[in-house]
C-alpha cells in the first residue's frame, strides 16, 4: 500500500508559476517512478509527465514540454511539479501516481500506474 497526497494547487493568472507536490508514504518511494497526470469535467485524464525511479530520466506531454518540469526527492518521498508559464488551458485536477515500471513507450498509459492521489485543483485565469 501507498499513500500519495498533492499539495500546491490554486488560483493563479495566466503566465504565472506553481509548483505542486507530491507526498507519498507506505512504500519505498525510490524504487518506483512516478508521473502527473491532469483531468477536466467531461475529459479523459491526460498524461502531463513521469519521472524515473531516480530522477535522472523525464518525459513530458508536447503540450507542457518546456514549462512543466518533474523533479523527485527521494529523501523526501517527495516528487514535484513545478509549472511555469502557465496558460487557462492548463486548468485541471492534477494527479500523482506511482508505477513500478519504467517502460519510455507505455510511461504515459494510466494502466501503468497503481497507486493514485486524490488530486490537487489548479486555475489559471486569463
Known amino acids: 500500500q501507498v499513500q500519495l497526497v498533492e499539495s500546491g494547487g490554486g488560483l493563479v493568472q495566466a503566465g504565472g508559476s506553481l509548483r505542486l507536490s507530491c507526498a507519498a508514504s507506505g512504500r519505498t518511494f525510490s524504487r518506483y517512478a512516478a508521473g502527473w497526470f491532469r483531468q477536466t469535467p467531461g475529459k479523459e485524464r491526460e498524461f502531463v509527465g513521469a519521472?524515473?525511479?531516480?530522477?535522472?530520466?523525464?518525459v513530458y506531454s508536447d503540450s507542457v514540454k518546456g514549462r512543466f518540469t518533474i523533479s523527485r526527492d527521494n529523501a523526501k518521498n517527495t516528487v514535484y511539479l513545478q509549472m511555469n508559464s502557465l496558460k487557462p488551458e492548463d486548468t485541471a485536477v492534477y494527479y500523482c501516481a506511482t508505477s513500478p515500471k519504467w517502460i519510455l513507450s507505455v510511461v504515459g498509459g494510466i494502466q501503468e500506474y497503481d497507486y493514485w492521489g486524490q488530486g490537487t485543483q489548479v486555475t489559471v485565469s486569463s
Open positions: 519521472i524515473s525511479r531516480t530522477g535522472g530520466g523525464a
